[in-house]
């Protein structure tokens, strides 16, 4: 059985992962938990009662986005044209990564995949973009020797450059180029 939290362990919860998703979105998986205990204004003792170990952290944090991947790639296979739809998802992740550094580190990396949630979302993420590519491909739009390995290495390229480079919209317009190398004549 459960055990229900009080209100205010329920506040410094809600307020350690907000801090956290924010904190983990600037700096990256390696973020300070000193810095989130601080901006969710409790202190370091509450936030290894609620989470024990950065891992914990983590996953909790980013299940939420891993379902949101799972949730554009199945966006993406409802939508009526293959092409499209494998641009507009290939471009709403590219920006997911750009605009947050943890999710962009947790998106090419397999280090949290003992983690049974997150690698359980990671998985079906990753099937659902390969029926997405897949769809395209079967279109005749998408080029029949893209795999679902070079759309990890694309992820990379991404998170690279949104995190290197000065100007924040550099991801976009390298993605418009391979988009443009990827498309079928």
Request: glycine share 4%; with cysteine.
């Amino acid at each position: 059985m459960a055990t229900r939290l009080r209100a205010d362990a329920r506040r410094n919860r809600a307020a350690l992962l907000d801090a956290a998703r924010e904190v983990f979105a600037e700096q990256g998986l390696d973020a300070s938990l000193d810095e989130i205990a601080r901006r969710a204004g409790v202190g370091n003792a509450t936030l290894y009662r609620r989470f024990p170990s950065r891992r914990h952290l983590i996953a909790e944090v980013f299940a939420s986005h891993m379902t949101s991947a799972v949730r554009l790639a199945e966006q993406a296979l409802e939508h009526p044209d293959p092409w499209a739809a494998f641009v507009g998802y290939l471009t709403r992740v590219c920006e997911l990564q750009a605009t947050d550094r943890g999710l962009a580190e947790l998106l090419v990396t397999t280090a949290f995949d003992d983690d049974e949630r997150l690698a359980a979302l990671r998985t079906t993420a990753q099937q659902r973009a390969v029926d997405v590519l897949a769809r395209a491909q079967r279109a005749g739009r998408l080029r029949s020797d893209f795999t679902r390995h070079d759309l990890a290495l694309l992820m990379m390229a991404n998170a690279g450059v949104a995190q290197h480079s000065a100007d924040p919209r550099a991801w976009r317009r390298q993605l418009v180029l391979v988009l443009g190398g990827l498309a079928t004549r």
